[in-house]
């Protein structure tokens, strides 16, 4: 079993920056495709970025693209997410996932109910 483990949460203004990250532990981190999820309060949770296993295709929310920049070290079993020109409404709490991808090949986009593994969430929250 994999385990994640999600950092770089805080407090932030309009206009800022945070990057967080999703340590994976017990299974290499290279067979797996990787994605961002956040939920805000009151509301389901959504994806927000995903990765496939090499880093190679990235997938965005509407919300997402243009902002945030999701990337891979697989050498250090971590996943980060970049995120620029936060808004309010970026305001949640971002877990990280982790979809097996080989031997049986599965984009990253699949729904959420595939994800096998989650970590606990970093807060993020965004305010003047």
């Known amino acids: 079993q994999m385990q994640l483990v999600e950092s770089g949460g805080g407090l932030v203004q309009p206009g800022g920056s945070l990057r967080l990250s999703c340590v994976a532990s017990g299974r290499a981190l290279d067979y797996y495709a990787i994605g961002w999820f956040r939920q805000a309060p009151g509301k389901e949770r959504e994806g927000v970025a995903c990765?496939?296993?090499?880093?190679?295709?990235?997938n965005y929310a509407d919300s997402a693209k243009g902002r945030f920049t999701i990337s891979r070290d697989n050498d250090k079993n971590t996943v980060y997410l970049q995120m620029n020109s936060l808004k309010p409404e970026d305001t949640g709490v971002y877990y990280c996932?982790?979809?097996?991808?080989?031997?049986?090949?599965?984009?990253?986009?699949?729904?959420?109910?595939?994800?096998?593994?989650w970590g606990q969430g970093t807060q993020v929250t965004v305010t003047s």
């Open positions: 996932a982790a979809l097996q991808s080989y031997p049986r090949f599965k984009q990253c986009t699949r729904p959420q109910s595939e994800y096998e593994s």
């Open positions: 990765t496939s296993t090499s880093g190679g295709v990235t």
